[in-house]
T-cell receptor, first 113, second 114 residues
């Protein structure tokens, strides 16, 4: 397996634009996590899914953020409209179940200007 | 709800000396605990994990951690630091029961001087 795949690796967009980040988890994994990493706040859990169902989205900062997992092999994190304070590295991770290792993607570095 | 506290934002050691990165956790139930390492401009990699088996856990690259329930701690150690160990380390907690919500600490940056 190629691991967790995120796209794009880098995204630069203007304030107010819609941004969509994509993640392909490892095949067979039933948990998927979205994290945001900044210098100020470290690694924050935004939302996680189990068997494609959102379990906890309490970390999603505002209604501008939304995440979907239409099937077991794909998830999106959307920001609409984007703001400069959304600039961060966004990581996706997947696991094969409770108490197993989480595998992380390489991250998407988002810059909103 | 579970949480972790990494007591030091930075730790500085000399090459060849022991490493101690401290982590305390809070969990309503029996926890799973992990240490992850993040190399620059890369994702995160698992160093080791504790999931209610042996309390002393050995990981990759000579790292180990001991689960101490009485102290709610899971400190990461290495007998002898190497220059390549200099990077960021994260302590992570998850409840053993229920859904697996992985909560990260704020990270500890390890600096290794020659």
């Amino acid at each position: 397996d190629a691991g967790v795949i995120q796209s794009p690796r880098h995204e630069v967009t203007e304030m107010g634009q819609e941004v969509t980040l994509r993640c392909k988890p490892i095949s067979g994994h039933d948990y998927l996590f979205w994290y945001r990493q900044t210098m100020m706040r470290g690694l924050e859990l935004l939302i996680y899914f189990n068997n494609n169902v959102p379990i906890d989205d309490s970390g999603m900062p505002e209604d501008r953020f939304s995440a979907k997992m239409p099937n077991a092999s794909f998830s999106t994190l959307k920001i609409q409209p984007s703001e400069p304070r959304d600039s961060a590295v966004y990581f996706c991770a997947s696991t094969a179940g409770r108490n197993t290792e989480a595998f992380f993607g390489q991250g998407t570095r988002l810059t909103v200007v | 709800a579970q949480s972790v506290t990494q007591l030091d934002s930075h730790v500085s050691v000399s090459e060849g000396t022991p490493v101690l990165l401290r982590c305390n956790y809070s969990s309503s139930y029996s926890p799973s605990l992990f240490w992850y390492v993040q190399h620059p401009n890369k994702g995160l990699q698992l160093l080791l994990k504790y999931t209610s088996a042996a309390t002393l856990v050995k990981g990759i690259n000579g790292f180990e951690a001991e689960f101490k329930k009485s102290e709610t701690s899971f400190h990461l150690t290495k007998p002898s630091a190497h220059m390549s160990d200099a990077t960021e380390y994260f302590c992570v907690v998850s409840d053993l029961t229920g859904f697996q919500k992985l909560v990260f600490g704020t990270g500890t940056r390890l600096l290794v001087s020659p």
